[in-house]
Structure formats: structure tokens, C-alpha cells
């Protein structure tokens, strides 16, 4: 099955919804494709019990207004081409050609291992906000929410209002570098509201700077959390622990395709130029792709990119004021939540750091590259490919402390040891990308290929 449109737009967040709309109000044949059944990505999951926000609520309705606009949702790429992707949607594979594409794919959390991280009751606080708004019952239950990032926020407000006991909200930054980042709130006012309008709603709940998670303890589920702080060493009971410290951007689809990545605090995003395009033609980014940056970076890069994508230059341009002025906020954190040494080193050699394939730390020492890692152990070839634990491994630098070790030990100038290797992590190289992006129906990857099988077929005299 083969359908076509102007303007393709992967992901259904504040970015792809932003993307798709310009395009469409601008004379394009939009088609939106996204896993989950609804539109809002992770950052508007629609919660079941609760209204969604008014800027949601204002994006949807704008969806909405748009006939020229199809979604396809619970659909995901199984593989991509410049010039067409492969989708399988209720289960069928799907060929859509498009002029121009927009790369919405946004963010996953990073998530880093400590003893008893795989305990079930312990997620990341976004998956946690995640689950109770679609459903999972939190009504009285005791939960220790800590990491780092003003999402700690957000999700400790979800669980709040869905009746769980947040026992406190553990922040491992410091309070001289929060007293710091409060002060140059006064540049993004609404920044300054939201964040007065959460600790409003978390009343009587203590959020504790310079705390971080040394470890979690208990037999079938979590029961015990140990944090540390200048106050030394406590144990809280609890029933969930939701800890999580910022997101990494998605990046798969970007590297199948071949667009250049970028470094950002050891993980990758797509590098754009000034017109949100990728290294390859009329392929284009928005949001978290391009590097975290939030909602309001998000939703004003999504209308730039779909008007770029759509032809309308002048009006993408307009916006380029209020894109430079979101991103400057999204600068202030990697600064003032940069992470302590203490959560880089709270794994010791016995702790699972690929939870798929059950391979502990100790079994990545001697291993001087990913690659060699994951051949010898299967570290990050599991279900999840690599997303959790390749990200964690690049923020650990497992693999730059097993090179530099090697180095010191063979200091020889013309060794083949490569001085600045890639990061641990399966997409941080801009070729070689594989299909299917994500685990799907051996009659979907077959037709990954059918297209470049009939060109080539069309080409012989």
C-alpha cells in the first residue's frame, strides 16, 4: 500500500502537532504519523481522569480545524529512505512518499543505574507520571520522587493530584545552583509562573536540594530508599520510587536516514541549520530532536519547521525571535542541574546496567569500545536496542575510562586506538542505521525493501 503527501510529520507532540498545522494552513497535504492512540506525545499524554492544559487543549483544537491534516496513529516506522518511509499501522505495512519530512521524534528520559534500580516499583518519574495518567493506581500510595530537572516538578504535581503521598522530591543540584537558576527566571516570566503554580499545588510536600539516590532495597518491590545529602545518610520507606535525570533526545529514525548528529552533554541530537534542516534535503527537525529544550522551544520550532517544509519562508522566519529566546532558557539547565560525580559512580561492579540482557557493570570492564561490549556480553541488544543503557553508559563513560586506561597503557603514537572514540550509545553515528526502528512483523521488514528492489529491478536494460 503506497500513499503520498507534501509534508510528512513523525510524532504527534507539541512539535509534530505545531509542524503539521503550518504546513497544512499553508496549502499543504499534511499526513501525521505517531505510536500512541492519541496525540500529545509524552509531555500532553492525555490523562483519563484529569482535563489536559490549555495549551494542549488549544493544539488539539487546532488539529481539529485542519481537514487537510491525517493522523495516523498507533503507527510507528519501521524503516526510512530519503524520499519515502515504511510504516506499519494496524497491521499493515505502509509506503509514504512525501516532498518534505519533519522529524518530531522528541525525547525519552535518562535513566541511570544505582543498586536496586531494576526493583519493581522503581521507574523513571516520567514513566510513573506517565502510567497514572493512564490509569495505574497511585491512590495512597507512599512515593519518593528524585533525580534531577524541573520535570521532578511536573510529575511529583501528576502524582499528587491522582492522591499519592509524595513523600519528598529529591533534587541532586544544589541549592546555590537553584538559588542561581531562580534568579534569571525573571527573563521567562511565564517560566516563573509555572514553576510558582507546581509548588503551589505540592504544598506541605519538602523538595530537598543537594539529596541525590544512593540506592533502593527490598524483596519482591521496593520498600526502602537510601538518599544522601550534607546531612549524611537516610532511609525512607516508600512504595515507588520515581527517579529521573532529563531526557535524551530520539534520534533512530534521524541516523536511519543518514542526517549528521551532534553532541549535547555526551548524547546525540539531529544538527540543523538555520532553516531546521538536516544534513539531508528536505528533511527537517523540531524540539527535542534538535537538542532538549521544552515545550515552548518545541512548539515554535514545529511551526518554523512546517512552514519551511510547506514553502512559507517569510512566515517560518517571523518566528525565529521567540525560537532564539525559548532556546536560551533551555540553555540554563544543563548548566545549573548539571549531575554530581556521586550519581556517576553510585553503580558498583554488580549492577545491572543493561536491564534487557541482565549485564552487569563488572562485565564491561577490559571492553574498550561499545561495539566490543556488546558482541561479548550482549549489553544493549535486547528489546529496548540499547536505548536505556547505551544513554546511560554514555553519562557514565564506561567506555572513555576503559579507552583512557588502554591509552595509559599503551602510550605508543602509532597505536590504532582511537583517541576520541564515539560515546557508548547505538545512535551516535550519522550511517549504518538499520531497520526496522522499532521490533515489528517480519512482512513489514521485508517491504522495507521493496521499493529499492523495483528501482533497481526498473533500471536494468
Request: glycine content about 10%; some cysteine; overall charge positive.
Amino acid at each position: 500500500m503506497t500513499e503520498r503527501c507534501d509534508v510528512l510529520v513523525i510524532g504527534a507532540g507539541p512539535a509534530g502537532l505545531a509542524a503539521a498545522c503550518a504546513a497544512a494552513s499553508h496549502g499543504a497535504k499534511v499526513v501525521m504519523v505517531d505510536m500512541q492512540p492519541r496525540v500529545g506525545g509524552q509531555v500532553w499524554r492525555q490523562d483519563l481522569r484529569k482535563p489536559a492544559v490549555a495549551a494542549a487543549r488549544e493544539a488539539f483544537a487546532e488539529l481539529s480545524a485542519q481537514p487537510a491534516v491525517r493522523c495516523l496513529q498507533q503507527a510507528h516506522v519501521v524503516a526510512a529512505r530519503p524520499g519515502y518511509v515504511l510504516i506499519e499501522h494496524a497491521g499493515t505495512a505502509m509506503e509514504l512518499h512525501y516532498r518534505a519530512l519533519v522529524l518530531a521524534t522528541g525525547a525519552r528520559e535518562l535513566l541511570l543505574p544505582f543498586p536496586g534500580w531494576t526493583l519493581p516499583g522503581v521507574t523513571g518519574a516520567g514513566a510513573l507520571q506517565a502510567l497514572v495518567k493512564q490509569g495505574w493506581p497511585i491512590a495512597g500510595k507512599r512515593v519518593l520522587v528524585a533525580g534531577s530537572g524541573p520535570l521532578l516538578l511536573a510529575a511529583a504535581a501528576t502524582l499528587h493530584a491522582h492522591g499519592a503521598q509524595v513523600l519528598a522530591i529529591c533534587e541532586q543540584a544544589p541549592a546555590a545552583q537553584l538559588r542561581g537558576f531562580a534568579m534569571q527566571l525573571w527573563r521567562w516570566p511565564s517560566k516563573l509562573v509555572q514553576a510558582a503554580g507546581l509548588r503551589a499545588r505540592l504544598a506541605g510536600v519538602p523538595y530537598r536540594s543537594g539529596t541525590w539516590v544512593r540506592s533502593a532495597s527490598g524483596n519482591q518491590r521496593v520498600t526502602e530508599v537510601e538518599i544522601e545529602s550534607a546531612r549524611g545518610v537516610e532511609r525512607i520507606a516508600c512504595d515507588h520510587l520515581a527517579v529521573g535525570y532529563g531526557l535524551v533526545a530520539n534520534t533512530e529514525l534521524a541516523q536511519q536516514l543518514g542526517c549528521e548528529l551532534t553532541m549535547q552533554d555526551r548524547h546525540p541530537h539531529v544538527r540543523v541549520d538555520t532553516r531546521l534542516m538536516t544534513s539531508v534535503a528536505d528533511v527537517y527537525a523540531a524540539g527535542e530532536a534538535c537538542g532538549i529544550g521544552g515545550v515552548d522551544t518545541a512548539r515554535i520550532e514545529g511551526a518554523m519547521a512546517g512552514c519551511f517544509a510547506a514553502g512559507a519562508d517569510k512566515e517560518a522566519e517571523a518566528l525565529r525571535v521567540r525560537r532564539d529566546y525559548a532556546r536560551a532558557f533551555a540553555e540554563l539547565l544543563p548548566r545549573h542541574f548539571a549531575l554530581r560525580e556521586q550519581i556517576h559512580l553510585a553503580a558498583t561492579p554488580q549492577t545491572v546496567v543493561c536491564r534487557c540482557e541482565d549485564v552487569n557493570l563488572s562485565q564491561l570492564h577490559g571492553h574498550r569500545a561499545w561495539r566490543a561490549a556488546k558482541l561479548a556480553t550482549r549489553c544493549g541488544m535486547g528489546s529496548c536496542q540499547g536505548r536505556i543503557c547505551g544513554a546511560a553508559l554514555a553519562e557514565l563513560r564506561v567506555f572513555d575510562n576503559a579507552l583512557a586506561a588502554a591509552n595509559a597503557a599503551n602510550p605508543n603514537p602509532n597505536s590504532n586506538l582511537n583517541p576520541n572514540p564515539l560515546p557508548p550509545t547505538p545512535a551516535t553515528t550519522a550511517h549504518g542505521a538499520r531497520p526496522p526502528v522499532f521490533p515489528t512483523r517480519l512482512a513489514s521488514l521485508a517491504g522495507s525493501f521493496s521499493s529499492e528492489g523495483e528501482s533497481a529491478a526498473q533500471s536494468k536494460p
